[in-house]
């Protein structure tokens, strides 16, 4: 059974940092591109960062360019958000999906997480 | 950055009724584009890949098409399981951009 359970979630200063995790189960994780996605409560839902399967390339929304860190490992199949000089807008609901690959090409499976959810709040 | 526009924000429909979404692109994808429907507190689920596919599993009453700059997804007769909310996605280029939402209400 496909899993991705994310965690580390929880209520942080403004200005204070926190690390999510995805853990990933059930397919082979390498082979594919992993995205986090956001969703502040009561809004849309934000794609915020994608890292590629191998090359470990990377790519960010430009409202966490600078403070979030998206990295992988394979060997554990874990995927992570590090997230840095948190803003009250960070605020959300935070997903991991195979959304597609980095170069556009779409997957036949669609796999997401629960997802976790920050709260950033003095 | 491509924008994705989609319409409209919110539809009220009855059981048994066609309903159609739409989603514009501000420059051509392809057919780079998936739908997505989130149940509150639950979440996407992917309906539609490579703007027409039908995701494994999904009941064949979704349907969806388009391609370059113009995308539809179309309920052929809303079940009740269907009040929900509606994205489209591109996965064409970075930054990935989500439609804004379409909530689909019973009317």
């Known amino acids: 059974e496909v899993q991705l359970l994310e965690s580390g979630g929880g209520l942080v200063h403004p200005g204070g940092s926190l690390r999510l995790s995805c853990a990933a189960s059930?397919?082979?994780?390498?082979?594919?591109?992993m995205s986090w996605v956001r969703q502040a409560p009561g809004k849309g839902l934000e794609w915020v960062s994608t890292i590629s399967g191998i090359s470990g390339s990377t790519y960010y929304a430009d409202s966490v360019k600078g403070r979030f860190t998206i990295s992988r490992d394979n060997s554990k199949k874990m995927l992570y958000l590090q997230m840095n000089s948190l803003r009250a807008d960070d605020t959300a609901g935070y997903y991991c999906?195979?959304?597609?690959?980095?170069?556009?090409?779409?997957?036949?499976?669609?796999?997401w997480g629960q997802g976790t959810l920050v709260t950033v709040s003095s | 950055d491509i924008q994705m526009t989609q319409s409209p924000s919110s539809l009220s429909a009855s059981v048994g009724d066609r309903v159609t979404i739409t989603c514009r692109a501000s420059?051509?994808?392809?057919?780079?584009l998936g739908w997505y429907q989130q149940k509150p507190g639950k979440a996407p689920k992917r309906l539609i890949y490579?703007?027409?596919s039908l995701q494994s599993g999904v009941p064949s009453r979704f349907s969806g098409s388009g391609s370059g700059t113009e995308f539809t997804l179309t309920i052929s007769s809303l079940q009740p399981e269907d009040f929900a909310t509606y994205y489209c996605?591109?996965?064409?280029?970075?930054?990935?951009?989500f439609g804004q939402g379409t909530k689909l209400e019973i009317k």
């Open positions: 059930g397919f082979t994780f390498r082979n594919y591109a």
């Open positions: 490579a703007a027409s």
């Open positions: 999906a195979n959304l597609a690959s980095t170069s556009g090409d779409y997957y036949e499976t669609d796999y």
């Open positions: 996605l591109q996965h064409n280029s970075f930054p990935r951009t």
């Open positions: 420059q051509g994808i392809r057919n780079d």
